[in-house]
Structure formats: structure tokens, C-alpha cells
């Protein structure tokens, strides 16, 4: 099923291209996130995950909301606080002080390397086919590409999966990331505009077949 999260290509209403400043508490939680990020507790991908889990409520809340809700998730499914401790801080209960959270290392992280990641399967100029598939869980290609095809338009390089990652899981083997440039009029049927305007989106390479 197509996710809460992946609204491209919807009729989602006008984009505010106004900017606001951010609030205090915005700037605490921005924070908070890139702390515990960095202390090994979740990977940006996790926290991802747990963002798209909200579901119906995604909708009702602002971004750094979001965040917060994901990581209360999180720091509750790691075992460093309950949901009722997490109530009483919320209280302001005095007799609940702050800890320094332990670093955690990802899951599978043991200094090895799970196999040299495989030669980039593809090359620019390449023409390719994103797959027309629905995975549960979290993935990182969007929705209103799937099935479409488009032209490599370079080699991004090798990373950890993102859709391992999401999971606590060490996303190895490495994997080639390609930016793929696709015609705007091939996504979108009666698509208005220049019908020389083109997308790219880095896809990785388990989501890409030659066209």
C-alpha cells in the first residue's frame, strides 16, 4: 500500500513557500533527534520508519512533531524508558532526572564488513525500469515512479541500505545508488507544463532493471 508519507503526484492542495521561524521548541527537538542520532541510538532511517507509522495521524501534525512522536517510539521500543515514565516527564514529575542515554551500537555492527558490495550494475546514459512493486515497510523509492522508466544520469556511489537500516539491521551488503532523470510528462499523464521538464531520483539499485 501506498504510504501516509509518500504524497508526490497527489492533488495535495498548494505548497506554503512562505518561511517561519522556528520555534524553541522546534530547535530543541531538531536538536534532541541529531544527539541521539549520533549517540548510535536509531539511524535517521529508523526514524524515518517510525515517522511513516503514524499512519491516519501523520496528517495532524507538524514536522517536528512528527519527530518527537517517532522518537518516543523509539526510546520506549529500546528499553531506556516506559510509556509511564514517559508520561511522568511529560508531567514535569520532579523526581525523574535526565540520564545519559548508553551508545548503542547499529544492529550488526561488529567492525566487519558483510562482502565488498558488487560493480554498479549500470552506467550513465543507461536506460532503466524502477520496479512496479509494493514492499511492506519502509522504502525509499517513490511511489509515482514506480514501473516508469528513465535514464541513469549518474553513479552516486555505495551505501548501507536505508530499507535494512530502518529495521536495526546492519544494511549490509553495500548497495550502488544511481540518480535516475525520468520525463515529467512519463510520470504524470496530462501533465501541462514543458514537456521538456524533467525529475531526478536517486534510486537504489535493487529497484532498478534495464529498460
Known amino acids: 500500500m ?14 506554503p513557500l512562505a518561511d517561519h521561524e522556528m520555534a524553541t521548541w522546534e530547535k530543541r527537538s531538531n536538536a534532541v533527534a541529531a544527539a541521539l542520532r549520533q549517540k548510535g541510538l536509531a539511524t535517521l532511517d529508523e526514524q524515518r520508519r517510525h515517522v511513516e507509522a503514524l499512519n491516519e495521524s501523520y496528517h495532524k501534525h507538524g514536522y517536528f512533531e512528527r519527530h518527537l512522536l517517532a522518537w518516543a517510539q523509539i526510546v520506549i521500543d529500546r528499553g531506556l524508558v516506559t510509556s509511564a515514565e514517559l508520561g511522568r516527564m511529560l508531567a514535569g514529575d520532579p523526581e525523574l532526572r535526565a540520564v545519559e542515554p548508553p551508545r548503542v551500537p547499529p544492529a550488526g555492527a561488529d567492525g566487519q564488513r558483510a562482502g565488498a558490495p558488487l560493480p554498479a550494475r549500470f552506467r550513465p546514459g543507461d ?16 511511489w509515482y515512479c514506480r514501473g516508469h522508466a528513465g535514464v541513469v544520469e549518474r553513479v552516486c556511489g555505495v551505501f548501507p541500505n536505508p530499507e535494512e537500516l530502518a529495521y536495526r539491521r546492519s544494511g549490509l551488503p553495500e548497495t550502488t545508488l544511481y540518480r535516475v532523470r525520468f520525463r515529467a510528462c512519463d510520470l504524470w499523464t496530462g501533465y501541462g507544463e514543458n514537456p521538456a521538464d524533467t525529475v531526478d531520483i536517486e534510486i537504489y539499485e535493487h529497484w532498478l532493471r534495464p529498460a
Open 127 to 142: 536506460r532503466v525500469r524502477v520496479l512496479n512493486a509494493e514492499p511492506p515497510g519502509h522504502v525509499r523509492t517513490p
Open 2 to 15: 501506498r504510504s501516509v508519507h509518500d504524497v508526490g503526484g497527489l492533488h495535495f492542495g498548494a505548497v
